[in-house]
């Protein structure tokens, strides 16, 4: 499966930014779907995932402020990123999986900044 990431972008510290990630086939039975950052100098870290029956899971740094959700009809999974701050910026890839194995897309760069 082939992965499009977009929506990131510049936005002020407390702005909000949607991202999306498209697959080229139906999501409808792919096991996970999520994000993953990679911040500037940092490791990379999980910031969500979704099962395909809906179970979500958010990473602590995020909880509260980020959502997660899923449309199948689209093939496209969405996370919506409120209140940011200026350590939310990174490189955030999506990924897939079927429980064996990952993939990725190409990733959309978030920055937060004044």
């Known amino acids: 499966v082939q992965l499009q990431a977009s929506g990131g972008g510049l936005v002020q510290p407390g702005g909000s930014l949607r991202l999306s990630c498209t697959a080229s086939?139906?999501?409808?039975?792919?096991?996970?779907m999520g994000w993953y950052r990679q911040p500037p100098g940092k490791q990379s870290e999980s910031v969500a995932m979704?099962?395909?029956?809906?179970?979500?899971d958010y990473s602590e740094s995020v909880k509260g402020r980020f959502t997660i959700s899923r449309d199948n009809a689209k093939n496209t999974v969405y996370l919506q990123m409120n209140s940011l701050k200026p350590d939310d910026t990174a490189l955030y890839l999506c990924?897939?999986?079927?429980?064996?194995?990952?993939?990725w897309g190409q990733g959309t760069q978030v920055t937060v900044s004044s």
């Open positions: 979704i099962t395909r029956y809906g179970s979500t």
């Open positions: 086939r139906s999501i409808s039975m792919i096991e996970g």
């Open positions: 990924y897939a999986t079927d429980g064996k194995k990952f993939y």
